[in-house]
């Protein structure tokens, strides 16, 4: 099965396609069902009805992982700035934005289970003020949690350490997951816009011109994603 990077995951009517889309969930079975960075097998299988998860049962462990929507355009909030913000600009443009975010490119797994009751990364990374689910900053999180460093998600991550070893280093997990269009060569998050820190940083844009820088950064690393995706796609058997 190749990955058509135009398919727009169906979100329509009130779906959730994270839980609902097959075709999405196949591609994701598709993506990650392959050789760890120690050379281990990852091989995945899928539920057969909504809502759809992958798991993975081996000697490596077992883990249950869903689908999560990892670029926004904030169109959808109903309240807050940023419903004057996307209202200032054309409609078309931020429907074309939707759509774009809606193919392969834009989506990630992680673990399903919730441990302790707690919030799962998915939901803590939507709900932390300091992240509202910005995938650059979720990314730099990563990034810290794998060298030791404080953030925003790290009581949520050392919750699911046995995943986030899977991959023994950030770089390892980038390459995995084919993040390496958000990530430069000194292994540096590429933010949407500029980043001083959590907490002095707002994670949404405060402007018209700061929508615009981040709907354009966003965008280009979704199609750069589904280049590569679709690249690694056509390598298979």
Known sequence: ???????KADWTGGKD???TDPILRDYHKLLWSKPLPDGRMFDLTVSSAPPYRLFHSSEIGTFSLSSDS????YSRLKNGHMTEVVGSLPKHDIDAFYDLVCTIGAYLVFPSNKIDNKATINVERGFNGLIKDRFDFTLECIRRWYIGEKNPLRDCFDRYTDFFRLFTDFRGYVEFFLLDDIVDEDENVRFWLPFRDFGSTPPLPNSVTEYKEYMKNA???TKARNKRMAAWAMTLP
Do not use: E, N
Request: proline share 0%.
């Open 1 to 7: 099965m190749k990955i058509d990077t135009s398919y």
């Open 70 to 73: 990892i670029v926004h355009t």
């Open 219 to 221: 965008s280009d690393f």
């Open 17 to 19: 396609a994270d839980m």
